[in-house]
């Protein structure tokens, strides 16, 4: 396994709508592996592979005590409305209120390639939403209103203003020192 480098904001990956996958073959097994590695490492609850540069429909989520994987994933059902702060991995330091729908009926394929359905509500229909959101090019940045979006990109490109690259190492969990 391996940690993979993070792609972020700027990157054109992440405005990409990503490709179907179909049946899972064993690069998409070892591309999940390291997703999950890179994903723990950075703390998050959920990743999609265009956020490190693979432009295909996979995603994986660790939310509410589960955790899973998503191919070529679509949401058959959605009800309610809950409004909570989400960040994002590819846009780090920057959060903001995301209203979605509350519950959705998720159905993916898994590594065997069986498609299966998952009922979720609260912090995890919020994170596979939002990585499918990714698979779509599309940022929860793009949920807020205009004003709010284009004062949080100015922050960001304030400081982001010296990067030379869009993409951003990952540091194993026991060798981060903060
Ligand atoms: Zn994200």
Request: aromatic content about 4%.
């Amino acid at each position: 396994m391996s940690l993979l480098p993070l792609h972020i904001l700027g990157s054109p990956v992440l405005r990409r709508r990503s490709v179907e996958i179909g049946a899972p073959d064993d690069e998409v097994r070892r591309l999940v592996e390291d997703m999950f590695e890179t994903m723990d490492a950075s703390k998050g609850i959920g990743l999609a592979a265009n956020q490190v540069g693979v432009a295909r429909r996979v995603a994986v989520v660790d939310a509410d005590g589960d955790r899973f994987v998503m191919i070529d994933p679509v949401i058959l059902e959605s009800e309610g409305r809950a409004i909570a702060e989400e960040g994002c991995l590819s846009i780090p330091d920057i959060y903001g209120d995301v209203a979605r729908p509350e519950r959705v009926v998720l159905e993916a394929t898994d590594l065997e390639g069986n498609r299966y359905r998952r009922d979720a509500t609260g912090l995890k229909a919020r994170a596979i939403q939002h990585e499918i959101d990714h698979l779509d090019g599309i940022l929860f940045l793009d949920h807020l209103s205009l004003i709010k979006r284009q004062m949080l990109l100015a922050r960001w490109r304030r400081e982001h203003k010296d990067d030379t690259g869009y993409t951003k190492e990952v540091q194993a969990e026991s060798a981060r020192t903060d």
